[in-house]
């Protein structure tokens, strides 16, 4: 009988001893992982406009501080048709991805959920086009494994408006309504991008001050209103987006959960045509670069480097930084970014 007892006992215990554990994950992968930001400009920015331009107009921010406290790769190139959704999955998957392709594989969100036991508000996808790329099911990544999500036309799955409780979500709400009162005649004009622009930036500000996320990715699309306004319009969705990131780089400079443990990712999705209005297609006979920034605890300072990389080089280096063991991806490790 005594055995008996020991014997319930013991297994008592063990259960309450794996409960405290992961309900400590979520704290202790807190205060060991590497933050990670990483921000794609979704629409196609030149690299004549940017990193080429030595006045750097369009991105002063970027140019003047940014870059000259990281590595900048000047030849980064989408080996898909040239359009936003390839490049984004490619990160999200290391996979390359035709356009209307399924993604057969989990996301980096995923994996970092899965290992670490982490809550959803603690990463985001905010901005790219289409929310269920993000959710893919797989066997072994089952709806806990999915990050919160917001897509560009602002929609969301059910519970996530219910994680806020600012009064700026209010002026968020309005702002959406305001956008779908501009769009339902299902044209893309100027109100559509001022709202987006507006929305993206609340949400980025109340995200980042209450949630503290270890991991977001954000698509910043302001400079694909070139396909509908003028070339000053290009020119100032540029200089908004330069803005937005310089508010980002500010807030992981001053938080402390953020100063000194945090990487910040940037990069294009593709590249513009030399009119600018339109993307620069055929991209298997033109393979016109954009770049890559990476900025972080370990990496080399002002440093920019001439070689070709990939989109699905930013899944691989995250794998590596987050020490995850992934699917068979397309990428290869930045390495050469990193210090000795």
């Not at 309005?174 to 609340?202: C, K, M």
Request: net charge neutral.
């Amino acid at each position: 009988m005594i055995r008996k007892y020991l014997v319930i006992f013991s297994i008592f215990i063990s259960v309450i001893f794996v409960m405290r554990c992961y309900g400590q994950e979520d704290e202790n992968a807190l205060v060991v992982l590497p933050r990670v930001i990483v921000v794609t400009i979704s629409g196609g920015v030149r690299n004549e406009d940017t990193i080429d331009d030595p006045r750097g107009q369009f991105i002063p921010h970027l140019k003047e501080e940014i870059f000259k406290k990281g590595c900048l790769y000047n030849n980064l190139v989408d080996l898909n048709w040239q359009s936003h959704m390839p490049p984004i999955s490619a990160i999200f998957t290391g996979r390359t991805y035709s356009w209307a392709h399924t993604l057969k594989r989990p996301s980096i969100f995923q994996y970092i959920r899965k290992k670490y036991g982490l809550s959803s508000e603690k990463l985001w996808s905010l901005g790219h086009y289409y929310t269920d790329l993000v959710y893919l099911k797989k066997d072994g990544f089952l709806e806990d494994t999915f990050p919160s999500c917001f897509n560009m036309k602002i929609k969301t799955t059910p519970d996530t408006w219910s994680l806020f409780n600012s009064d700026r979500i209010k002026e968020l709400k309005e702002l959406v309504e305001a956008y779908s009162a501009a769009t339902d005649d299902g044209f893309i004009y100027w109100p559509q991008w001022d709202v987006v622009v507006g929305a993206q930036r609340l949400l980025v500000e109340e995200i980042m001050e209450e949630f503290k996320p270890l991991f977001l990715h954000l698509t910043i699309s302001d400079v694909e209103s070139a396909h509908y306004g003028t070339r000053g319009r290009y020119f100032l969705s540029m200089k908004r987006t330069d803005a937005f990131i310089k508010y980002i780089w500010d807030f992981i400079q001053k938080d402390p959960f953020y100063s000194g443990k945090t990487y910040l990712i940037i990069s294009s999705d593709h590249t513009r045509n030399k009119y600018y209005m339109h993307h620069n297609e055929g991209l298997f006979e033109d393979s016109s670069p954009v770049w890559l920034y990476i900025y972080g605890p370990k990496i080399k300072s002002g440093i920019e480097i001439d070689r070709e990389v990939h989109h699905v080089d930013i899944f691989a280096t995250l794998a590596w930084l987050y020490k995850l063991k992934v699917h068979e991806n397309h990428g290869k490790i930045l390495r050469d970014s990193f210090l000795e």
